[in-house]
């Protein structure tokens, strides 16, 4: 499984210099909502990481699609945080067990 991030260039950039390969920079919401609907349909993709305020910019139908997506995780960081699940609450959907009890 790999690990995709997605984002403006200042929030992928650390990202890529770590190694990851699979970056979708996006300029715009229409360039996010593209790169969302990309990697949700690539199944070689376990893990996604965006910046919370760029989920909340999205469609109400594609945010709905990564915040019940299993398969791939979504992970969410940065910004107001507003309504946005922790890591622990994402783990706890994806394995079905919460590992920190």
């Known amino acids: 499984m790999e690990l995709a991030v997605i984002g403006k260039s200042e929030f992928v950039t650390g990202f890529r210099l770590a190694g990851i390969k699979k970056i979708y920079e996006t300029i715009d919401i229409e360039a996010a909502e593209s790169a969302v609907k990309e990697v949700l349909d690539d199944k070689n993709v376990g893990i996604i990481v965006m910046h919370n305020d760029d989920i909340a910019n999205l469609p109400e139908i594609v945010a709905k699609s990564l ?13 107001s945080g507003e309504g946005s699940t922790s890591l622990r609450d994402k783990i706890k959907q994806a394995v079905g067990v919460d590992l920190w009890k």
């Not at 915040?67 to 960081?77: C, F, G, H, K």
């Open 67 to 79: 915040n019940e997506s299993i398969q791939p995780t979504v992970v969410a960081l940065g910004g």
